[in-house]
């Protein structure tokens, strides 16, 4: 049965996941929001949808009533998506953002099935040079950004779908890390 192999295949990979590094990623999070830096969030794809996500779960809520936190998804503006990519390509769609909403002291978090999109790693480069800490979460071994990014997690998969779900319970597990340390 092609269901009962997926949901297996999730549940090995998320046996492989350990809670202390899960909750040490996380919490990088909090002291930025709690400076009243913002988290600048990309990624292409179902990685958009889960920065736009992440982004929503955090200005709005998750679980707990709190203020909204500063958090932006850089994959949301497609007047500026499409005007970036059409003056400078789209390997600067999301760098350029960095450099224009980004200050020392904010955080990108950069989400990527594989870790070797041409834009995230412009972004990440970007990042590095206005003093911006980068966090990656990744998948398929971590690819270019894993040495790029100033703390990574990597799930182990190599299959994209199962790589996404991860990401979106890891998505779901930072935000009420988030809350409880914001709390």
Do not use: W
Not at 14 to 39: E, H, M
Not at 170 to 175: D, E, F, R, S
């Amino acid at each position: 049965m092609v269901s009962e192999k997926y949901i297996e295949e999730h549940i090995a990979i998320c046996k492989q996941l350990s809670a202390k590094d899960i909750d040490k990623f996380a919490k990088n999070i909090i002291p930025v929001l709690k400076a009243g830096n913002k988290l600048l969030i990309c990624g292409n794809g179902g990685s958009a949808a889960d920065a736009q996500h992440f982004a929503a779960e955090l200005v709005g809520r998750y679980k707990t009533e709190r203020n909204g936190l500063p958090a932006i998804a850089l994959t949301t503006d497609t007047s500026v998506l499409t005007a970036i990519a059409n003056d400078y390509g789209y390997e600067r769609v999301f760098s350029r953002q960095v450099e224009a909403l980004g200050a020392k002291g904010d955080l990108l978090f950069l989400i990527s099935t594989s870790g070797n999109s041409p834009n995230l790693l412009k972004a990440a480069e970007k990042a590095k040079t206005i003093g911006i800490r980068t966090i990656g979460l990744l998948g398929r071994g971590g690819g270019k950004l894993k040495n790029m990014c100033d703390l990574v997690f990597v799930v182990p998969s190599d299959n994209t779908p199962r790589i996404q779900e991860i990401h979106s319970l890891l998505i779901h597990i930072i935000c009420e890390v988030v809350d409880d340390g914001l709390g």
